[in-house]
């Protein structure tokens, strides 16, 4: 949630947010990086991006109820809107950055490594 927070608040910044990544950068970090209005990739960088890792939560395992209704039902509601939240994010990506394909195949599992060499090479074609 702490990635969604600093997302808003670069994305609503009244400056143009320049991000640069130096080095590898994984999961919420690599979205926070595309982030800004402007990404710099360093030559020895990378982008990660993956679904949260709580894909493919089992909810049939929580035991017990909260306020009447059964923290299964509770799992199930915080899985679904976590996971809406997540594919929102990655449906929003620059598509010259991350492909529709590439934004399919992140969706349902894979983890996506974006090398500085193809970011540059994708975004010298804007």
Known sequence: DTVYDLMNNVRSSLGDVTMIVEAPVYSGH??????????IMRP??????????????DCSTQKGVDRTVSNVTHCEASYAN?????????????????TAEEKIKIMIGYDYYLTADEYNKRISTK
């Open 82 to 98: 976590h996971m809406r939240l997540v594919n929102k994010m990655i449906s929003e990506l620059d598509p010259v950055v991350v």
């Open 30 to 39: 690599a979205y926070l990086a595309l982030a800004g209005k402007k990404l």
């Open 44 to 57: 020895y960088s990378s982008l990660m991006l993956h679904t949260s890792s709580g894909y493919g939560q």
